[in-house]
């Protein structure tokens, strides 16, 4: 029987860069011959996770002192394929995990174009359906996130790749990646309704930081099925309405927001999902990266339910909101 309960869980928000165990990245670094800065393995699972009193300052801080490695490793055939495997059935065996979605960005990974994406591409689907025959009682999916640092041309080119492949386990788009003054979110919604035509789910990481101007235009225009946070909206009652009106789906990260110094300590937390469920705006229950927040789904609610945050009852509904909202169909 999977660790800690027999309740049956969804991930719906998690980076393929903040989800694989260090041990298995250890191994792969050494498999690929991959110098790392040291030779002890505790320092280098100091490197890639987060201790429990630190914090990041900014999501770019974030981005350039763990995923810069973690992406890194994982930049190979080989590489992905073990880590996308490796992913799914631990988080059933930790967590009773059935629905996984993982998301990444290929182009991310072909380590600026040495390696070919569609290699890439095809490793990670077989590390998806290794991993749903050695465990059958699981979906999983994948998202390609295109990233807010890359070109609309780039991102054009991730967003066909995840067209090509949504036959075989690519079950939707997302943008990702720290803000940035010249990204645009009008410009790159073209992309999004091209995913929605193509039967793509669309997820996009809005609200976090920033203004919340973006979450607006999005909600309004972009329309997607489910944001990645979107928590800025807590503070705007008119907006949570609209958001309510909407039917999009929060993909809420409550670990991720205190590591990454979004929400300043649990009363702002607390405020924060409380407007939610108090508003009825659907809302699920993620990690961001289990392993580089040094957290699971099952410690994720048993804090949200300590804290006082949420109520059980309040935690089985975000699971029933995720079980709905899920882009993995079959
Ligand atoms: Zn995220």
């Known amino acids: 029987m999977p660790q800690n309960t027999t309740k049956k869980r969804v991930e719906l928000h998690a980076h393929l860069g903040s989800s694989v165990d260090p041990v298995i990245l250890w191994t792969i670094a050494h498999q690929r011959g991959i110098k790392l800065p040291s030779k002890d393995y505790w320092d280098f699972e100091k490197m890639i996770t987060m201790a429990p009193d630190e914090r990041n300052t900014t999501l770019e801080e974030m981005d350039s002192k763990y995923f810069e490695w973690t992406e890194r490793i994982q930049s190979s055939p080989e590489g992905l394929e073990v880590a996308v495997h490796s992913v799914i059935g631990g988080g059933y065996r930790k967590c009773n995990i059935v629905v996984q979605e993982l998301r990444f960005n290929p182009m991310r990974r072909n380590r600026s174009g040495e390696r070919d994406l569609d290699h890439i591409i095809l490793a990670s689907i077989r590390g998806l359906q290794r991993s749903l025959l050695e465990y059958p009682q699981v979906k999983a999916g ?52 091209e995913a929605k035509s193509a039967g793509l789910g669309v997820t996009i990481h809005t609200g976090e930081e920033g203004s919340i ?44 927001n205190l590591k990454n110094s979004i929400l300043k300590d649990v009363s702002e937390l607390r405020a924060t999902i409380r407007a939610f469920a108090d508003s009825g705006v659907k809302f699920t229950i993620n990690t961001d990266g289990p392993e580089m927040y040094q957290s699971n789904l099952a410690e994720e609610e048993a804090f949200l339910l300590k804290e006082n945050i949420l109520s059980q009852a309040e935690i089985d509904q975000a699971t029933a909101w995720a079980f709905d909202a899920t882009f993995v169909r079959s």
Request: net charge negative; glycine share 8%; with cysteine.
């Open 142 to 193: 994948i998202i390609f996130s295109m990233d807010r640092r890359f070109s609309y041309g780039q991102n054009e080119i991730i967003l066909q790749k995840a067209i090509k492949y949504a036959k075989d386990g690519v079950v939707g788009v997302d943008i990702a990646g720290p803000y940035v003054a010249e990204f645009s979110m009008e410009s790159h919604a073209p992309l999004f309704a």
């Open 213 to 256: 101007d973006e979450m607006r235009y999005v909600v309004s225009t972009i329309k997607p099925n489910r944001i990645g946070h979107g928590i800025l909206a807590a503070k705007d009652p008119d907006f949570l309405g609209e958001l309510r009106e909407s039917g999009i789906t929060l993909e809420l990260c409550p670990t991720s």
